[in-house]
């Protein structure tokens, strides 16, 4: 059974910094490039970052590019988004999904989702003060 599931959110100052960790199983982490998104009330469902399976090449969107690390523990079956100087904009209910592609296309972030993707529980992320 393919899952994956986020964890790491919660309430954060202006400012602060959380890491969201999501956890993959059912499948081998190491052949699946991975992104993380965010949807905020009343918004759509944002692509925010990516990390490929070949070399771990890492993507963002202007949103979070130079804010937001993401990484990944093939051994753990993991991966992470390190968010820095979190802003009120930032509140919003993150996921993660695997990504056939992603990367700039005319200097604008792009992805294409991959076959395996949890719109559940996700992890809230709160910033405010």
């Known amino acids: 059974q393919v899952q994956l599931v986020e964890s790491g959110g919660g309430l954060v100052q202006p400012g602060g910094s959380l890491r969201l960790s999501c956890v993959v199983s059912g499948f081998t982490l190491d052949y699946y490039g991975i992104g993380w998104f965010h949807q905020a009330p009343g918004k759509e469902r944002e692509g925010i970052s990516c990390?490929?399976?070949?070399?771990?090449?890492?993507y963002y969107a202007d949103s979070v590019k130079g804010r937001f690390a993401i990484s990944r523990d093939n051994a753990k079956s993991t991966v992470y988004l390190q968010m820095n100087s979190l802003k009120p904009e930032d509140t919003a209910v993150y996921y993660c999904a695997t990504v056939d592609r992603c990367g700039y296309y005319g200097g604008s972030y792009y992805y294409l989702l991959g076959d395996f993707r949890s719109w559940g529980q996700g992890t809230q992320v709160t910033v405010s003060s």
């Open positions: 990390i490929s399976s070949s070399d771990s090449s890492a």
